[in-house]
T-cell receptor
Framework: DVKVTQSSRYLVKRTGEKVFLECVQD?????MFWYRQDPGLGLRLIYF???????EKGDIPEGYSVSREKKERFSLILESASTNQTSMYLC????????????FGPGTRLTVT | SQQGEEDPQALSIQEGENATMNCSYK?????LQWYRQNSGRGLVHLIL?????REKHSGRLRVTLDTSKKSSSLLITASRAADTASYFC????????????FGKGTKLSVIP
């Protein structure tokens, strides 16, 4: 079974802090994704990566950056956390270059105070 | 912008009844997928239907796709309390795309 893990289930950070959210998948998937999920807004794509060191902006990249140094690991970075970045963050991965099934991690609920 | 939009936003039924959720989208797609999310957890893939398919079954799930109306429906038959979750449709951006756009979801409550 594909396993996608995220570094924390719950995280509380202060405004202005640099925040790292990490995601690891164990099935050698090429593509990895970061979403945020907010009530009434559904899932929105922040960034995705289709190969090591490659990244592309999603629909809402402002205030975020990403890093993919190894194929299995995709990190989301909040350079200077703000209260409007309080959200549920979901990581996903998928093999190949077509829009097939995405495998999701359990999510990280981030609160910025 | 949202590609898929689910309807209704919330649905409450008795155990044993069937549940139907609908999804509408705006642009051409390569495939459409349905996912389930239990409260506070990640999404789990349920079923994928390609643009050249009209209907697909998986256990108690039945998905239909009408590309002329740009709509899909998910039917869960003989619902169980364990089916209580949010259900999302997701569409790609056409051939060659590996991004998905998710709708806002239908929250299903199955009352024992």
């Amino acid at each position: 079974d594909v396993k996608v893990t995220q570094s924390s289930r719950y995280l509380v950070k202060r405004t202005g802090e640099k925040v790292f959210l990490e995601c690891v998948q164990d099935m050698d998937h090429e593509n990895m994704f970061w979403y945020r999920q907010d009530p009434g807004l559904g899932l929105r794509l922040i960034y995705f990566s289709y190969d090591v060191k490659m990244k592309e902006k999603g629909d809402i990249p402002e205030g975020y950056s990403v890093s993919r140094e190894k194929k299995e690991r995709f990190s989301l970075i909040l350079e200077s956390a703000s209260t409007n970045q309080t959200s549920m963050y979901l990581c996903a991965s998928t093999p190949g270059r077509l829009s097939g099934e995405q495998y999701f991690g359990p999510g990280t609920r981030l609160t910025v105070t | 912008s949202q590609q898929g939009e689910e309807d209704p936003q919330a649905l409450s039924i008795q155990e044993g009844e069937n549940a139907t959720m609908n999804c509408s989208y705006k642009t051409s797609i390569n495939n459409l997928q349905w996912y389930r999310q239990n409260s506070g957890r990640g999404l789990v893939h349920l079923i994928l239907i390609r643009s050249n398919e009209r209907e697909k079954h998986s256990g108690r799930l039945r998905v239909t796709l009408d590309t002329s109306k740009k709509s899909s429906s998910l039917l869960i038959t003989a619902s169980r309390a364990a089916d209580t979750a949010s259900y999302f449709c997701a569409t790609d951006k056409g051939a060659g795309s590996y991004q998905l756009t998710f709708g806002k979801g239908t929250k299903l409550s199955v009352i024992p």
